[in-house]
């Protein structure tokens, strides 16, 4: 499955907040989701990268990132979650994070 962004703030600067109007180009990330019926889902995200045109901004140029992703991260907040209570519990969190089939 192919993604691109579609929430416009994810346009924003993460060190200034200046909405960006130019793009540097794409990227392409896998981050990894958790299970669907027992399948691990194929997600490829074409993210775009932004300058940020603020002089006052140090920052340059950044990834688009959104909640369910934050920047720099490879795990969505819903597998890293599962992930988490798979630990505290013991392992014993059936279907959370799941066997590859």
């Known amino acids: 499955m192919d ?3 579609a929430d416009e703030r994810a346009r924003r600067c993460p060190e200034c907040g200046t909405l960006a109007r130019r793009s540097k180009g794409r990227r392409v990330t896998r981050p990894r989701d958790v299970p669907i019926g027992g399948r ?3 997600v490829r995200w074409c993210k775009r990268r932004w300058r940020c045109e603020e002089p006052a901004c140090g920052r340059g140029s950044f990834t688009e990132a959104v909640a369910a992703v934050p920047a720099g991260k490879r795990l969505t907040v819903r597998l890293r ?6 630990v505290t519990d013991g392992g014993r969190t059936v279907g959370a994070v799941g066997a590859r089939s």
């Open 81 to 86: 979650a599962a992930t988490g209570a798979a």
């Open 40 to 42: 691990r889902p194929v």
């Open 3 to 5: 993604l691109v962004t």
